[in-house]
């Protein structure tokens, strides 16, 4: 034993290197199984596993696995929200472009029914009457023009 200054004593310790948590919980567990071999006459398989590099790796082979499936599980449900999201674009396309026909179609009606009502009102040009009237007188005129030129090539280049 060894005294402190303090006046409190020690017990003589050495010191000893640390070991790993995963070589202690090794060591517990096989003490565990050699602790009473005699207590059961049923031989019972032994609590550790005997190859304990097996062992660690199927422990992360299956929680590599549990988390290979919960990747998998949220990207299924993300492609069926991409998928869900793609028919409503889709969706709305088609709606857009219907209310867009509807909405031009309007359009299109009101502006025809405007010019409809705006003929009605001032009714017909009064210069209609006089232009077709006089497009007749010019006609006639023409065609009397064409008679005397036809009348006038005959006497200057007669036929013989």
């Known amino acids: 034993m060894t005294s402190n200054s303090s006046g409190s004593t020690r017990v003589g310790t050495q010191s000893q290197p640390r070991t790993s948590s ?3 919980l090794w ?9 009473n071999p005699a207590t059961s006459t049923i031989p019972l398989p032994p609590l550790a596993p005997l190859d304990k590099t097996n062992t660690s790796l199927r422990i992360l082979l299956h929680d590599t696995q549990s988390h290979f499936e919960t990747f998998a599980d949220k990207v299924n ?6 998928d869900e999201a793609k028919r409503e674009i889709g969706l709305t396309k ?42 007749i007188a010019v006609q ?8 005397r030129v036809d009348s006038m090539q005959m006497v200057v280049y ?3």
């Open 22 to 24: 995963s070589s202690v």
């Open 27 to 35: 060591a517990h567990l096989q003490r565990k199984d050699t602790a």
């Open 77 to 82: 449900v993300l492609t069926k929200g991409v």
């Open 94 to 135: 088609t709606l857009f472009e219907k209310e867009h026909e509807v909405l031009s179609n309007e359009m299109f009606g009101l502006a025809n029914r405007c010019q409809t009502e705006i003929l009605k009102t001032m009714g017909e040009p009064a210069q209609a009457s006089r232009l077709a009237d006089l497009q």
């Open 140 to 147: 006639l005129r023409l065609e009397g023009l064409d008679k």
């Open 158 to 160: 007669p036929v013989h």
